[in-house]
């Protein structure tokens, strides 16, 4: 069987609990705030619901859930302090065991897609950078639902 190779194709092929975890996710970052204007990531577009993609892989006994987001501008200076709280708000939320998660900028929206991607998907860069306060003062103000 051919591989799906576009997001939509992907959604399509995604299985009711693999859509149901697809929604939840997206309900979580579609709230956060954006640093610079008044509204939501999903007032801006910044996230859409089909470039989310959940894949659970019972041979390997993990979830993968791929999140590809779009910057309002491609020289966003803000873009990686999106991205930390897109993760950062997911891990606070879900509690769900053996679950990996890629946030990636989509392809030729950002000039520096491969630093942010690299930074917010790098174990240790990710915690170190919420481990300084700064950051996670304002990862925190972004992320809270009660604006």
């Known amino acids: 069987m051919e591989e799906p190779r576009t997001e939509k194709e992907k959604c399509l092929k ?3 609990e693999e859509k149901l975890l697809r929604d939840q996710i997206y309900d979580i970052i579609a ?3 954006d640093p610079e204007k008044p509204y939501t990531l999903e007032e801006l577009d910044v996230v859409q619901e089909d470039l989310i993609t959940v894949r659970k892989d019972d041979d390997l006994g993990y979830i993968h859930v791929m999140i590809k987001w779009i910057p309002t501008v491609p020289h966003c200076h803000l873009a990686l ?3 930390l709280c897109m993760r950062a708000k997911i891990e606070q939320e879900l509690a769900i065991p053996n679950l990996k998660i890629d946030i990636i900028v989509e392809k030729d929206k950002h000039q ?3 630093e942010i991607d690299k930074q917010v998907n790098d174990k240790e860069r990710y915690s170190a950078a919420l481990e300084k306060e700064e950051v996670m003062a304002v990862i925190e103000e972004l992320i809270d639902d009660d604006y």
């Open 14 to 16: 995604m299985t009711k």
């Open 31 to 33: 709230t956060i705030k």
């Open 81 to 83: 302090t999106i991205a």
């Open 112 to 114: 520096l897609k491969k």
